[in-house]
């Protein structure tokens, strides 16, 4: 069971002028809501604990999970160690703007083996574009300094990069800069919930053609015994092996990713925290009520209709579509084909038979972070 939590629900310390969540939260009644408190947390422990029949993880996200500080996830780890009657295996997960990490929370991260994701888009150019504080001060380099932090405490962590057309057209800068890390995400970046009139942020020809150049690098580095670990392509090649591809976009279809507000309420997946897919709020309900919710099970179901074009394409074993929320612009406006269909035809053509080859090479040696 993965349980998807904002303890500070949008509250955050830098302004990313592309941040999807900030979008969500102007586009709800609630809008950001206070930190959570002592007793929505344990209900969340208790229900969890309770509805789950195997492992569980917390994952907390933003805004910034951080800013909750290091009392409140010493707290939930002991309430966890408390409540797990049954000895679930549990595992914790955090993805920081790498801003602000206090010496006594990094030390209740390590203890605790929790999983930093840290956001850094590429180069320095590129990350402080958009990834500033509130009063328009550049952070990449304070970034770094917090991942060599990590480093030094043998706190386990990746890199998370969202992509937009800037980030695209120096996907090689971008590999070259963020490769040292030896773990890497790439998202492309979300375009807002309502039309705004402006170019999209990212168009599906750019990200397909920076696909390519990632993976030009990618192939040379897993040939050399240089690998690194590098989602999409290592879920692509998951999927190739004949394995789960470990990326819910990749599935074909949603199934309940639950996030929790720092309220208590409970919606079916990170980007749909809006109004009209509010399932209820572990503080007045069980997983075993919120998963019978029409609302969960029209977001499931609707999630399933493949575009008349994905049916016939050649590619659909391997793309599946993509994500629910690249297939439609509000959270039950009608599904069509992926807004980045586009580039992933283009990569697919180019490189399907590269990938294929990667997945016949076994990998012997873990990504090095340097």
């Not at 800037?166 to 309502?194: D, N, S």
């Not at 670990?229 to 879920?235: E, H, I, V």
């Not at 586009?342 to 340097?370: M, S, W």
Request: hydrophobic share 35%.
């Amino acid at each position: 069971m993965n349980v998807l939590i904002k303890p500070v629900s949008g509250a955050c310390n830098l302004r990313c002028t592309y941040c999807f969540y900030f979008d969500e939260m102007a586009n709800r009644a609630g809008g950001i809501y206070a930190p959570m408190t002592e007793q929505t947390a344990k209900a969340v422990i208790r229900r969890a604990l309770t509805f789950a029949d195997g492992p569980v993880t917390f994952a907390f996200q933003g805004g910034e999970p951080t800013l909750a500080g290091a009392d409140f996830y010493r707290h939930w780890v002991a309430e966890v160690n408390k409540r797990n009657h049954r000895g679930l295996p549990v595992t914790y997960a955090l993805q920081t703007n790498g801003y602000h990490l206090e010496e006594d929370l990094l030390d209740v991260l390590h203890d605790n083996r929790f999983l930093v994701g840290v956001s850094l888009d590429g180069t320095q150019a590129l990350h402080d574009r958009y990834r500033r504080t509130a009063n328009g001060q550049a952070t990449h380099e304070q970034i770094l300094n917090t991942i060599s932090k990590l480093k030094d405490k043998g706190i386990d962590y990746n890199v998370l990069c969202v992509v937009d057309k800037g980030v695209a057209i120096e996907g090689a800068a971008v590999y070259e800069a963020l490769k040292r890390h030896g773990y890497l995400q790439f998202i492309p970046c979300m375009e807002p919930l309502e039309e705004t009139g402006q170019p999209p942020a990212l168009d599906a020809l750019s990200y397909g053609r920076f696909l390519v150049d990632l993976f030009d690098r990618y192939e040379q580095d897993f040939k050399s015994g240089h690998y690194v670990s590098l989602s999409p392509f290592d879920n692509w090649i998951q999927m190739l092996r004949g394995l789960p591809s470990g990326a819910c976009g990749l599935n074909g279809f949603c199934f309940p990713n639950y996030l929790i507000e720092s309220d208590g309420s409970v919606y079916p997946c990170d980007f749909y925290a809006l109004d009209d897919c509010l399932l209820g709020n572990v503080n007045e309900e069980s997983f075993y009520a919120l998963e019978k919710h029409p609302r969960l099970v029209q977001f499931l179901n609707e999630s399933r209709k493949a575009d008349p074009a994905c049916l016939s394409c050649r590619w659909l074993t391997i793309c599946r579509g993509g994500c629910k929320r690249e297939r439609q612009q509000g959270p039950y406006a009608p599904l069509k084909r992926n807004r980045l269909c586009e580039g992933f035809l283009h990569f697919f053509n180019e490189c399907y038979d590269r990938l294929q080859a990667l997945a016949n090479i076994p990998v012997t040696k873990a990504p090095v972070q340097t």
